[in-house]
């Protein structure tokens, strides 16, 4: 009985492996086109009209436009993925990385094309798509409210000004809190820019403007647009679109996408140029959707064929416009229209910028949005917020994630020397090598590390950005002789960088001394009587065995000092130059008087004079 | 009892295979249907290269057959549904993301080195010299037989078959019928100009067909080119080298890290997949460098703790016994106001030097959020399973309604409720406005924007431990509450002491899974805010107030080098498997507590 149904096991196990995978394959068209919602529906009719036509057998499936790019390669070297896609041209960096995507020859159908549509889909010198739309941003504004087009940023501020004060609308221009890609036009009229140009006219992902002068010259306008409330937080594009449609921001940035949407409000508007800066124009980034022929596909030639000698002619592509009316790419249905919207768009963007496709690019969207965020909602300045985000930035495409935050490593600041091979370094001298980075004190700025050295003699200096460009030696002179370092034995040695008198020490070569006392808060430390408050750290450039430090910040007033060894109070002189001796007191007679305290380590006598 | 239940299930499993001819037949049947549709799911899966999850599905299917087929295993087929969605849906995903974690999967390097290979060996180029035609199709009505009709950039013009050599022709006069305005005649040598349909047709057949001389055969590029092209790459699979036979370049592979290398240091356009050892586990130092900064504030901080500890602990033993500890205000103010003085300073410090850090930050969110979503929803939920446990007019619907929230699809509810929050068109902000005057910025401020997620949380939430909670009441016994009266105990009592410990013997595992689902509750929080607001002054990647370790593993693995690096994030998900996974566990030895307590009663 058992070994009955195992023969009728195997036997329709093995019909069936041989069977149904023949069934299968039928299932496949001669090409397959991978399309978003609403391309979907405007090719579904072309290809059926195609494959009756022509006897070749075409499917659209729809799948969202993120998935497309990101299953493509998934589905692709599975045999499963599409002989043609519909992409935006940005995604072209990272289709190409992965191979995914072929060239396009043209021919003679390259002239029938808009030639900043085809510069759009050109990376690296090869065309790798058919454009059937451009698009870019374009000013939008209420005529009943605003009658004139602003012309420069400037204006947009006053006419701004002028309407929310009188009580006419709710808002002037209002911009989404947290989008970059809106934002663009405003930074780029200031001068800011998001990657530099090569010697080959290509973005350099190494050049990032996102902190350059126009950039945060831009920035600091939207900061004082927002300080005087005229930008409001928690706007996303449906918020901005609904003030403007129902009448309660007159101006705004946005796109042909949203055309049918402000029609339908009935709202009054008028399209124009985008608002010029001290730079020049504001010139929005252009951006392009197309068809590509996935590399995976059995039937490029076909895929090719279809796309040249069907796709791209008035029919087909007028259907692709009524469906999603972004401005053609094509040109004799863009001659055929009569638009002014369009005409609008096209006008705008003649002094755009292709937006980069090279995939570092995504790396810039998040940080550069929280900017334009802390910057309206007044939790950062304009400039330290476009500043913390190139940091961001030029680390997420350097790679270097590291979750830290910027007051460990805005600044860098290393120990390059002999200690670094010692310490697990690739090799000495290397100002770049992460095991003898410093760390700077949250209260008193100063930079520290410690490390654990084997007895014998280095040599080292300080240098900062993991550069030699800025470095600094013996006395904390820039540029000076190497400090040398002997042990006796294996010490914990400590090492110092003040980046104001950029006097760099150890505490084996000298003393650390500080001076802690009652005024200590005065000078903005955490509190008094804090021996590693190193703002009261006195100091000794000249190595004559004299330590000192100056201020003038304090206030009138009688106070008290020691002198402290090491950053705690283990070893600690008073008066006399007494261990763990009396406070020694000190007057202030009037405000900022100036008051120098001087440590002579022969004696451990701590002396203070007040006054010039 | 466990004996009888096997013995039982070995008498009834065993005759039950041989029962009945029919019966056994079906269910062979049945088990060949499974077990073709899984062969044939690992074929196909298999062939395009995932192994891996081809042998979890074959090992799926071992599984069921054998204990369908081995009479000792009968009673486990009940089992077997669960335990081969438990192969496939669990098991498989950990082993494959462990895997994936010591590779570089990643943008540039999603496929295997030989299918790399055979992808750039489709990149042909035209060697120097070769000419460029463009091509017009002939071929006979069988289908069988092509020509093409090549013009070269010159004008020049010839007929091309395949295996013979290029054929001058003169447009307008060679061939037969009528000629198209470039001179293309409609035959030639008995086969038609493909046109249309036809045209289209025979593409796919054309591609991949060489003509004209066999030793420099004349291939189809594209729509526009025919000619002699070759292939740009060539794979030596013997030397390891890819080489770029257009440019003369050798580019060596070097499997370390999964890129074809030429002698200047530049890769060829694409890379492949290779395992990578450490390295990803390497980068996450960065995921904790906050702790390496912080080693030596950290290692003063144990010791303080330990020294306090200890001074603690002496001056407990020395006082402890002493009429001054017997002071009211000695035991409850001043030694908990010692020991805190004592603690305290050594803690603040250290969660000084923390909590800058991003991760720390991140991980206390997270835990907080799992601890309080979970707090608050079961306390509403019990709240109301308490009220509606009794009997008032419109009981049942009220219940029904009540359980709405827990049917809506989480992600529409969750955009309807940040649409309500909205600070320039919500309801909630407007109606607070038009109370007080003004309204928290709840996607702006952190800790508004924290608040606002555990009421999302708490309205997704209550009704499951509302429903939980109506159960296990229905099981309490009533005679409990009336020999509690007879003690004397009131409503508090009750509740508190009777109530509250059975319920959380039956509801305290839900209760766990509910933390660590919450724990890694993605959902919610991209859904809702995507984390935000962003800290300010943090360094690569950006992260929000509201991130938690799953939104902040997300932008970590996400947003570097501008491409999806798979490895490395499988890397930082194996790391918080395992916090989670320390966790869990530290809640079943709770969870245990709670059975014990459950026992007493």
């Known amino acids: 009985m058992k070994r009955f149904g195992f023969v009728i096991l ?33 090719l579904t009719p072309l290809v059926e009209q195609f494959s009756a036509d022509f006897g070749v057998t075409v499917r659209v499936d729809e799948i969202g436009m993120g998935d497309i790019r990101a299953n493509l390669p998934v589905a692709g070297p599975a045999g499963e993925g599409p002989d043609i896609i ?60 605003v009658p004139d087009a602003p012309a420069t940023w400037d204006e947009v501020k006053a006419i701004t000004e002028e309407l929310v004060s009188s009580g006419t609308s709710e808002f002037g221009y209002l911009i989404q809190t947290n989008d970059a890609y809106h934002y663009f036009p405003i930074m780029n009229a200031f001068g800011g820019y998001v990657f530099g140009l090569d010697e080959n006219g290509n973005y350099n992902p190494e050049d990032v403007g996102i902190d350059s002068p126009g950039a945060i010259a831009a920035g600091q306008w939207l900061q004082s647009m927002a300080e005087a409330g005229y930008l409001v937080a928690d706007v996303n594009y449906d918020v901005m679109h609904a003030k ?75 259907a692709m416009y009524d469906a999603d009316p972004r401005p053609p790419a094509y040109l004799p249905v863009l001659e055929s229209l009569a638009d002014p919207d369009l005409e609008a768009f096209r006008h705008a963007g003649l002094v755009g910028e292709p937006q980069p496709s090279i995939p570092q690019m995504s790396s810039v969207w998040g940080a550069w949005g929280n900017a334009q965020q802390f910057t309206i909602t007044q939790e950062l300045d304009g400039e330290t917020a476009f500043t913390d985000a190139a940091a961001q930035i030029r680390d997420l495409i350097a790679g270097r994630v590291t979750g830290a935050t910027t007051s460990e490593t805005g600044e860098y600041v290393g120990l390059p020397g002999t200690i670094q091979e010692a310490l697990g370094c690739p090799g000495n001298w290397q100002p770049e090598c992460e095991n003898t980075r410093m760390i700077v004190g949250e209260d008193d700025g100063v930079w520290q590390a410690a490390f654990d050295l084997p007895a014998g ?40 960088f003040d980046p104001i008198s950029h006097w760099v020490t150890d505490n084996v070569n000298s003393l650390i001394v500080s001076a802690p006392g009652s005024y200590q808060a005065a000078l903005g430390c955490p509190g008094d009587w804090a021996p590693d408050c190193l703002l009261s750290w006195m100091q000794d450039a000249d190595g004559d065995g004299i330590y000192s430090f100056s201020t003038d910040v304090l206030p009138a007033g009688d106070y008290e000092v020691k002198a402290a060894l090491n950053q705690s109070w283990d070893v600690n002189y008073g008066a006399d130059g007494e261990a763990g001796g009396a406070n020694i007191p000190f007057t202030v007679s009037a405000d900022n008087e100036p008051v120098t305290f001087s440590f002579d380590s022969s004696t451990n006598l701590l002396t203070v004079a007040v006054g010039g | ?79 077997s549904p669960a335990l081969a969605l438990i192969v496939l849906m669990a098991l498989y995903p950990m082993f494959y993301t462990l895997y994936v974690a010591f590779t570089n999967f990643s943008d540039g390097h999603r496929q ?102 066999p030793a420099s055969p004349v291939g189809i590029k594209s729509r526009n080119e025919a000619g002699a092209f070759v292939s740009k790459w ?17 580019y060596q592979a070097d499997d370390s890290q999964g890129q074809f290398v030429a002698p200047d240091g530049t890769f060829a356009p694409v890379g492949y997949w290779v395992p990578i050892g450490l390295n990803n586990f390497a980068r996450i130092t960065g995921f904790f460098s906050g702790l390496s900064n912080f080693g030596p504030q950290f290692l003063t901080f144990l010791w303080r703790f ?103 699809p989480g992600m529409i509810g969750i955009l309807i409720w940040r649409g309500m929050f909205n600070s320039n068109v919500g309801v909630i902000p407007a109606t607070l406005r038009d109370i007080f005057g003004s309204s928290p910025a709840f996607f702006n401020d952190p800790g508004w924007a924290k608040f606002m997620i555990l009421l999302v949380n708490l309205w997704f939430a209550y009704p499951y431990f509302m429903l939980l909670c109506s159960g296990a009441l229905q099981s309490i016994s009533a005679s409990i509450y009336e020999a509690a009266e007879v003690d004397g105990a009131n409503t508090w009592h009750k509740f508190w002491n009777l109530t509250l410990p059975l319920l959380l013997v039956a509801v305290g595992p839900l209760l766990i899974a509910s933390f660590t689902f919450n724990f890694n509750n993605f959902l919610l929080i991209e859904g809702l805010i995507e984390g935000g607001p962003p800290i300010a002054g943090t360094v690569a990647p950006p992260v929000g107030h509201t991130d938690n370790l799953m939104t902040y593993t997300y932008r970590f693995a996400f947003s570097a080098g501008g491409t999806r690096d798979f490895g490395y994030a499988s890397a930082i998900a194996v790391m918080i498997f395992l916090i989670v996974g320390t966790l869990t566990l530290l809640q079943f030895r709770l969870t245990r507590r709670w059975e014990e307590v459950g026992e007493n009663v």
């Open chain 1, 86 to 145: 519909i992409a935006a041209h940005d995604w072209i960096g990272e289709l190409v990385l992965n191979g995914s995507v072929v060239p396009l020859n043209l021919g003679d159908k390259a002239a029938e094309f808009n030639p900043a549509a085809l510069s759009l889909f050109t990376y690296n010198g090869e065309l790798y798509g058919m454009p059937y739309a451009v698009e870019n941003v374009a000013f939008f504004r209420n005529p009943e409210l």
């Open chain 1, 244 to 318: 403007f449609e129902g009448g309660d921001a007159a101006m705004i940035i946005t796109g042909p996408w949203a055309l049918p949407r402000i029609r339908q409000s009935g709202v009054p508007y008028a399209i124009s140029d985008l608002p010029a800066g001290p730079a020049g124009p504001g010139k929005p980034f252009i951006g392009g959707q197309g068809f590509m022929i996935s590399a995976y596909s059995p039937n490029q030639l076909l895929a090719e064929a279809f796309l040249l000698d069907f796709m791209a002619n008035t029919e087909p592509m007028q």
């Open chain 1, 457 to 496: 003699s280095y040599e080292y200096k300080v240098a900062l950005n993991g550069t030699w460009d800025v470095n600094y030696g013996m006395g904390g002179e820039a540029g000076g002789a190497n400090i040398v370092l002997n042990l006796d034995a294996d010490t914990n040695v400590v090492f110092l």
């Open chain 2, 306 to 408: 330990v020294a306090a500890v200890v001074a603690g602990w002496g001056v407990y033993r020395f006082f402890g016994k002493t009429d001054i500890m017997e002071i009211w205000l000695v035991r409850r103010v001043v030694v908990p106001l010692l020991l805190l003085a004592v603690f305290a300073e050594p803690l603040l410090n250290l969660f000084d030097t923390l909590l800058p850090v991003p991760l720390f930050k991140v991980f206390g969110w997270t835990v907080a959020f799992a601890l309080l979503s979970v707090l608050t929803s079961f306390s509403l939920g019990l709240f109301m399973a308490l009220i509606l446990n009794r009997d008032f007019p419109g009981v049942r619907v009220i219940r029904s309604l009540l359980i709405v929230p827990y049917a809506i």
């Open chain 2, 234 to 250: 060539v794979f030596d699979a013997g030397a390891n080298t890819l080489t770029d036979m257009e440019a003369g370049i050798v």
């Open chain 1, 10 to 42: 195997l036997a329709v196990c093995l019909t069936m492996v041989v069977g149904v995978p023949a069934a299968a394959q039928d299932g496949r068209p001669d090409l397959l086109i991978w399309a978003d919602n609403t391309r979907e529906k405007a």
């Open chain 2, 1 to 79: 009892m466990r004996t009888a239940l096997a013995r039982a299930g070995v008498s009834t499993g065993a005759p039950a295979l041989s029962s009945s001819p029919v019966g056994l037949i079906l269910r062979l049947l049945a088990l060949a249907v499974i077990d073709v549709f899984a062969l044939l799911l690992a074929v196909s899966i298999g062939g395009d290269g995932n192994i891996f999850l081809a042998l979890a599905i074959v090992a799926t299917a071992l599984i069921v057959t054998v204990i369908t087929l081995v009479p000792g295993l009968w009673p486990l087929r009940w089992m």
């Open chain 2, 112 to 213: 295997s080195k030989v299918e790399v290979a055979e992808l750039l060996a489709q990149r042909t180029y035209l060697p120097e010299g070769g000419t460029s035609y463009t091509w017009t199709p002939f071929g006979n009505e069988a289908g069988d037989s092509y020509g093409l009709w090549l013009v070269d950039a010159e004008g020049n013009a010839f007929f091309a078959l395949p295996d013979q050599p290029l054929q001058p022709v003169t447009p307008g006069v060679s061939g037969s019928g009528p000629y198209d305005e470039a001179g293309i005649p409609a035959q030639m040598d008995g086969l038609n100009v493909l046109q249309g349909g036809e045209r289209f047709r025979a593409l796919t057949t054309l591609q991949t067909m060489q003509f004209g001389d």
